[in-house]
């Protein structure tokens, strides 16, 4: 158990937040903003790395039909190194997303978005890292 003290005014506003966030409690939404923020401090965002570092994220392109040929040949280049990809069609939204799993260096993944972000039909390209683990699961 980690405990620390703060006035009314953060502790209100803390609970405000974690509402917001949709956590039910606060215990994992510090442990969770811990997390990002140490990860942040650690690695930085994707322009802030070194361009040789190597980074397992989830790339995520939500797009109009017509780059379908692009993704394709970006999932089978060596750019990255691919290993899960899924397609979603987003009725609501007037949209496709695809998510590619995918290791390669900062540098890689920088070239990519901003090719991709240059590309007629895509809306939004995310990049999301994965979190810095010594040992897990996998």
Do not use: W
């Amino acid at each position: 158990v980690i405990s620390f003290s703060t006035d009314d005014e953060f502790a209100n506003s803390l609970d405000d937040l974690v509402g917001k966030s949709g956590y039910q409690n606060r215990s994992r939404f510090i442990r969770d903003a811990s997390m990002f923020f140490a990860e942040m401090q650690q690695r930085g965002e994707l322009n802030d790395m070194r361009d040789d570092e190597v980074v397992e994220a989830m790339l995520i392109v939500h797009y109009q039909h017509g780059i379908e040929q692009k993704l394709l040949e970006l999932r089978h280049s060596n750019e990255l190194d691919v290993s899960s990809y899924n397609h979603a069609c987003l009725p609501h939204s007037h949209t496709c997303v695809d998510v590619m799993n995918a290791k390669g260096t900062a540098k890689q993944y920088k070239k990519i978005i901003e090719a991709l972000q240059n590309t007629p039909k895509v809306d939004k390209v995310t990049f999301v890292s994965a979190p810095l683990r010594d040992s897990g699961c996998c």
